[in-house]
């Protein structure tokens, strides 16, 4: 075992006996308090049980029955506990709950058992079958009911009928923040903006708005003001110090891996924190170009599979990747900076690593702290990776084959959309989320490809110098050292704002998950074989000039 993993191990059972010793578990004044604490620490089968619990005590309340039905449906259909076993979620025994209670004669359980049903069945996508248990509940001013019925009105489009429904829970004071939102779904379809600015403008009813929402009612009617304001409020309201302190380690952890790389040419400090820069900048300006695809085009995700997959490619991947492109383009526009083949790779991480920290400070919100170790190990890497399939796309133009510029760049600029959709593909839709290993995979052959790219940026730099060798073990500790970190930083955030329990469970999490990631990133990218004019094997995408 070697001293730098046994430092990194020593420093975690130092600031597990540290937290454990010094911070305590809080103690929840009712149920639903230590539900979402469950749910802030990343426990779906613990708020589902303070559910059941609350349930068994006074099982009268509809919205304790709405609560409990959606926590369930929130657990993974199926949970790795070890090598090779896996935890499946059990959706009989709630089935069978609500069952028995559809067979009491007396009210309001008849009606708590048929809408429970129901509801089940709309979350499993069975919509005819959740319509026959509505249409089975006699209360039809049964809070939740008439929202429920309109939702499968709305998957079917039919947005008449929808509205209806939705504006009799409304009248009934029901399910509020559900009907509200979803009637301005059906507005939105319909462009009804003199209703919606109505709404908008009412501070009763503006909170059900949601972000996407908002910003499409201000998109849709070309008020750039509430568009932009809408988006910072959005981001402002996300930032936290702790997803500060995250997001910045993240970021810092990269940013001095590229630095390191660097040993021909190092680059100036100002040029890199520009890229970085506008990398966090342009990342607001994703916004309008899918918003532009969504509501004039049309293109959006909708659970088709095929419609996701081309959705995720061009509606995400293409449209991310053009935006991490512009600092590059910026930097060999009006710099004379990019002057090595590794240049194209750092600038192009480097904006990827400014648009990932904007990213991952809208992601650290306080109920989501337990995904920092997870962003910084597996998303933002793969940022990197896709934006450099364009620098590396110049590359090969510019110095193996000397081919036409804009076609090369066209063709980088696809395949890096593409690997990007693909990525996100497996994580996004429904259907296919069984099947996310497949991104996992995927995202190991980017660590080989992304190593490669380096290796041949340095084996053809233009001040190649053999004696300014990477030291492949310095390397490798560093990143065994500030990987690990993140994974630290997450386990003392988690210990000190949700108690030891909770941090000690995160710590676990972590390490199961990340470990192996983390030995892959230190030996991958810290061992690149240099001889100078050599070109590693790849997909050499851009082809020779033929003039």
Known sequence: MSKSLLNVIGVFILA??????????????????????YSNTNKPREVEKCYQELLQNDSGNIEDHYAYIHSHYKIPKRERIGKGNWIYRDDSTIRNYYFAKSQMHQNPEHDYGYYGLGLCASLENDYNAAMLCYDSVGNRKLNYLNNSIGYIYLQENNLQKAETYFRKEIANHGNLSGAYTNLIHVLL?????????????????NKFFTYNQERSTYFLQGKTFGYFNTIFHRFTGSVNSYGIFGALLILLCWLFFLRKID??????????????GLGMLLTFGTYLISDFITEYLNFRLNGNVINDFFYAIFGIGAVEEFVKFLPLLVMLLFTKEVNEPIDYIIFASVSALGFAFVENLMYFNENQLFIIHGRALSSVISHMF?????GYGLILCRYKYHGNIILSFLIAFLIAAF???????????????????ITFIFMIFTFVW???????????????NKKKIL???KLKDYLLYSLSSVILLEYLIMSYKYGPTAGNWTLFKSLYSGAFIIFLLSTRLSNFPVKQG??????DWITKNND
């Open 263 to 276: 040993v021909y040419e190092n680059e100036k400090w100002k040029y890199l924190l520009l890229t970085c």
């Open 16 to 37: 597990l006996v540290l937290m454990n010793l010094t911070t305590n578990n809080p103690t929840w004044k009712n149920l639903k308090v230590k539900a979402q604490y």
């Open 189 to 205: 379809q319909e462009k009804r903006f003199d209703e919606l600015n109505s709404l908008i403008r009412d501070t009763a009813t």
């Open 450 to 464: 992304y190593n490669i790219f380096i290796s041949n940026a340095l084996n053809n730099s233009t001040f190649f």
């Open 419 to 437: 690997a990007h959709g693909f990525y996100d593909f497996w994580l996004i839709n429904d259907y296919v989320k069984d099947y996310g290993v």
């Open 534 to 539: 050599e070109w590693r094997p790849l997909f």
């Open 471 to 473: 030291n492949a073990e």
């Open 386 to 390: 896709d934006a450099s399939v364009i």
